[in-house]
């Protein structure tokens, strides 16, 4: 058992993307064990998007950072956390936490469900795609969805769950052409194409050319303006992230079709995840069965070892993940 504990704290805010330097790895004591409280060793961590932003001001400087994590109990003075139990809990950026059983999820085990589908397709993740879908943009059968940054992990998911829910035709856009394929060969899109090649618009309509009825847009900018453009009548657009302009100081000069929404009649929506909570139970009564049966993927890109958490979070903003980008700490 360590005796201390590693921490990643945030010392500097950053201009544009962040170099690396903005953080700074500190260790301490392992934190003590008092009534009501576990300690967890943190086996997987996640990386998002969100924390970009955070590290804007969300973040205060030099303190732990927090994030989804799973960890695993190794003590515990807390009823409903016993020791061996898997946890999904918040205090990430860090080798072990103290938490309260109202703080952490004790994890289901299920087969085919490995730990880390918590913070992929069965976590925040897959319920931001499961709302965008369903309680956002209100996806009926038939329908053509369009989805941006489809390979990561809120794409991936969102793919997955558009079939399931009964679109018509999938289509996404992702940054290479080797995500292009993974989005048609292993995750059931019925077309992609690679938005760096910079005919977003062209490449749009040619991949749905009847147009589409509903977008679930994380990336914003030029995204979003190919996205009206080629938007149906009554189309819908959920408005999950803008990671086009997470690294820049100005916001992109894109859309600029805005008005286009009132000639055919579109509803933009933005929300937050954290504010579907209550979605979770049917999220996984729709995912459950498809995992056990191997027709759902759940892809991460796992990033080895604590000192590469910061690498990891870096390389995920410049589009190094395929799937749910996430760190491990120690096999589960
Ligand atoms: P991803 O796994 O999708 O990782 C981010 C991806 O963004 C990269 O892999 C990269 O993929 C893509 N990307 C980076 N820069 C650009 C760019 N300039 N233009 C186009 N694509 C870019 O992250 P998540 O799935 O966790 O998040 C996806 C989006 O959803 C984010 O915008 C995030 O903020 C948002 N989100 C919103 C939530 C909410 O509550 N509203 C909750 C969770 C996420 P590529 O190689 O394809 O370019």
């Known amino acids: ?72 109990v190794t003590a515990s003075r807390a009823e409903g956390l016993t020791e061996g139990d898997l946890v999904l809990h918040r205090q990430g950026w860090r080798t072990h936490a103290l938490v309260r059983p109202d703080e952490a999820r004790v994890l289901p085990r299920t087969p085919n469900v490995p730990p880390e589908t918590y913070l992929g397709i069965l976590g925040g993740t897959g319920l931001t795609a499961y709302v965008a879908l369903t309680r956002i943009a209100r996806l009926a059968p038939g329908e053509t969805v369009y989805i941006s940054a489809a390979a990561g992990g809120v794409g991936s998911a969102a793919g997955q769950l558009a079939r399931l829910l009964g679109a018509g035709r999938v289509v996404g856009s992702a940054g290479s052409p080797a995500k292009a394929r993974f989005l048609t060969e292993e995750l059931g899109y019925d077309a992609a194409f690679d938005h760096r090649d910079g005919r977003l618009a062209e490449q749009l309509s040619a991949a749905a050319p009847e147009g589409i009825d509903v977008y679930v847009d994380n990336v914003g900018g030029d995204h979003l303006e190919a996205a009206i453009g080629a938007m149906r009548d009554f189309g819908r657009i959920a408005w999950c992230g803008a990671i086009a302009q997470y690294n820049t100081a100005e916001p992109p000069p894109a859309p600029r079709n805005l008005f286009d929404m009132v000639e055919k009649s579109v509803r933009l929506e933005g929300f937050l995840v954290r504010d579907h909570g209550d979605a979770q139970e049917d999220l996984e009564r729709l995912l459950l069965p ?17 000192d590469q958490v910061v690498d990891a979070f870096l390389g995920m903003l410049d589009g190094g993940n395929t799937g749910k980008a996430t760190v491990r700490l120690v096999t589960p």
């Open 1 to 72: 058992m360590p005796q201390s504990a590693r921490y990643v704290h945030q010392v500097s805010r950053p201009t544009g993307r962040p170099t690396g330097a903005e953080f700074r790895f500190t260790e301490s004591p392992l934190p003590r064990l008092g009534p009501g409280t576990a300690l967890v060793e943190n086996v997987l961590l996640s990386v998002d998007p969100y924390m970009r932003e955070n590290m804007d001001g969300g973040w205060e400087l030099g303190t732990p950072l927090e994030g989804r994590s799973v960890g695993r």
């Open 290 to 306: 498809a995992l056990a049966l191997g027709t759902v993927t759940d892809r991460h890109t796992v990033t080895e070892g604590f």
